[in-house]
């Protein structure tokens, strides 16, 4: 009999494939982070908030006074915004009645907050811990009129762009928008920032000409700053509209083209890495599609940063911006994380702060996700391009607001 022909033995190698596969994925399940939830907010006491004892919220108990003015335009009955945990705004007339009209000193300001309202801790699901960064006010150096190295416009509103509020066609897009320009009847993307930096925008007051196109830049991605004219006289230039296109940080851009290590970038490595490329910073810059329009106000207080997206002026160390999809304007957050040295001489050290809800931006997204205003000047912009820490995050309710919660509240129906 002529013996059958030998064949492999597969079943080894297979049994060690599905103990590796199985293996490595009970380890991703046992040693990997959980991943975002929905916003899981817990009522707790101040105890619970790392540092609050010796903080300092007497510069957040102003902000709040600002606020309050924006509060109180509001109906009784109109929604604070966000998820919809923060009640109505009737719910906070009382507090905002109650603030001081004098400054208070840190002892005064920690009891004002604990006399009308409750932490309650702010989660991803699972996670407690989100994101935080921070954002400065710049400056540009810019002329009326084009001219020697004056040659970066900075656009007002273009006369076409369209703007619309798809929460006012279906409740589930509430605070969500689109941008765009007609085409006959129809509604197009408006042009991306390559296309405005090769064509222009004949449809677009042009507020001045700036010397650093960079510096544009970086007026773009902050979305406010000073400018200083030929002559010495300084304005604001405000946020006014966007052209609907995607938010891409260029760091990602970076990083994916090999020119600077994940862990070195920050807006100081990314502003290097533009002027020492000249040839490349226009392409690297353009592959973040998003535009910012402006309108340019006075000065006016200059302790003070340009009006947030509350309408109020922001508060350095006191402003923070938030998801508005989730959370809502005009409300208490108390971050706890670690910032960097404006020196970069000393390690980071801890910030644990009282600030106000009044500004958001386009990659601030998330339930523990927050942005911080440092203000103007060389250390604002020294801490907030290296600010990238991870942290926890709070939000203070009116006590009654916050007993309706209960124990716990979960929303799962908002985005992550």
């Known amino acids: 009999m002529v013996p059958a022909p030998s064949r492999p033995n597969y079943l080894i190698p297979l049994i060690l494939f599905i103990l590796t596969?199985?293996?490595?994925?009970?380890?991703?399940?046992?040693?990997?982070?959980?991943?975002?939830?929905?916003?899981?907010?817990?009522?707790?006491?101040?105890?619970?908030?790392?540092?609050?004892?010796?903080?300092?919220?007497a510069a957040a108990l102003t902000a709040f006074r600002r606020s309050c003015a924006w509060i109180a335009k509001k109906p009784d009955g109109a929604a604070m915004g966000g998820a919809g945990y923060a009640g109505t705004a009737g719910d906070w007339r009382d507090a905002c009645q109650a603030v001081p009209e004098a400054p208070a000193g840190a002892a005064a300001a920690r009891a004002w907050f604990e006399?009308?309202?409750q932490p309650v801790a702010i989660g991803a699901g699972a996670v407690r811990e989100g994101l935080f960064t921070g954002y400065y006010e710049p400056q540009l150096k810019a002329a009326r009129q084009r001219h020697g190295?004056?040659?970066?416009?900075?656009?007002?509103?273009?006369?076409?762009?369209?703007?619309?509020?798809?929460?006012?066609?279906?409740?589930?897009?509430?605070?969500?928008?689109?941008?765009?320009?007609l085409a006959g009847h129809s509604l197009v993307p408006f042009p991306g920032?390559?296309?405005?930096?090769?064509?222009?925008?004949?449809?677009?007051?042009?507020?001045?000409?700036?010397?650093?196109?960079?510096?544009?830049?970086?007026?773009?991605?902050?979305?406010?700053?000073?400018?200083?004219?030929?002559?010495g006289t300084v304005a604001r230039v405000a946020y006014a509209a966007q052209n609907?296109?995607?938010?891409?940080?260029?760091?990602?851009?970076?990083?994916?083209?090999?020119?600077?290590?994940?862990?070195?970038?920050?807006?100081?490595?990314?502003?290097a890495w533009l002027k020492a490329h000249p040839a490349d910073a226009r392409r690297v810059m353009e592959t973040n599609e998003s535009y910012v329009f402006f309108k340019q106000l006075p000065l006016g207080d200059p302790a003070l940063g340009s009006a947030g997206a509350e309408g109020v002026a922001l508060t350095p160390r006191a402003s923070l911006a938030v998801d508005l999809r989730l959370h809502p304007l005009g409300a208490p957050f108390?971050?706890?994380?670690?910032?960097?040295?404006?020196?970069?001489?000393?390690?980071?050290?801890?910030?644990?702060?009282?600030?106000?809800?009044?500004?958001?931006?386009?990659?601030?997204?998330?339930?523990?996700?927050?942005?911080?205003?440092?203000?103007f000047g060389a250390d604002a912009q020294a801490i907030a391009g290296r600010m990238k820490a991870q942290g926890t995050l709070f939000v203070l309710l009116p006590k009654a607001v916050a007993a309706r919660l209960g124990a716990e509240k979960e929303f799962p129906g908002a985005p992550p």
């Open 21 to 57: 596969v199985t293996g490595g994925w009970l380890w991703w399940r046992l040693a990997a982070p959980p991943a975002p939830g929905p916003l899981r907010l817990v009522p707790t006491g101040y105890s619970a908030l790392p540092g609050w004892a010796a903080s300092d919220p």
């Open 244 to 271: 609907g296109r995607p938010y891409t940080a260029i760091g990602r851009t970076l990083i994916a083209e090999g020119a600077i290590p994940r862990e070195a970038v920050s807006l100081q490595s990314i502003r």
């Open 334 to 375: 108390f971050v706890a994380a670690n910032v960097p040295d404006p020196n970069a001489t000393k390690p980071d050290h801890r910030f644990a702060r009282l600030l106000i809800a009044q500004d958001t931006g386009g990659a601030i997204r998330g339930a523990v996700r927050g942005d911080v205003f440092w203000g």
């Open 149 to 181: 190295p004056y040659q970066t416009p900075v656009y007002g509103v273009p006369g076409d762009l369209i703007t619309v509020d798809l929460g006012q066609f279906r409740e589930a897009w509430k605070d969500e928008r689109i941008a765009g320009r």
């Open 115 to 117: 006399t009308w309202f």
């Open 193 to 231: 920032r390559a296309e405005i930096d090769q064509a222009g925008l004949a449809k677009a007051p042009v507020l001045f000409y700036a010397e650093d196109p960079i510096a544009v830049f970086f007026l773009h991605i902050q979305g406010s700053g000073r400018v200083v004219f030929e002559d």
